[in-house]
């Protein structure tokens, strides 16, 4: 599975790596988007779209999504 790291970077640079990565997903794929924090604006697209997300908080603070495409 493929880790999209985005930690550490200044907006909109993690949005970006996030359409980039959402870009090259096929049907039936999915990858991990790491975060420093809550991509409501990112989440709320996904959800418009009809990509599946889940959203896990990491015990280190970091934001860990699984996105995935129908």
Same mark, same amino acid.
């Given at each position: 599975?493929?880790?999209?790291? !985005? ?13 980039? !990565?959402? !870009? ?47």
């Amino acid at each position: 599975m493929t880790i999209v790291a !985005a930690r550490g970077l200044e907006p909109p640079e993690p949005f970006e790596r996030a359409m980039e !990565a959402l !870009a090259e997903l096929q049907p039936g794929q999915q990858f991990t988007l790491l975060l420093d924090r809550m991509p409501h604006p990112l989440l709320r697209m996904l959800d418009r779209d009809g990509y599946r997300n889940e959203v896990n908080i990491r015990d280190d603070g970091a934001v860990e999504i699984l996105i995935g495409r129908p």
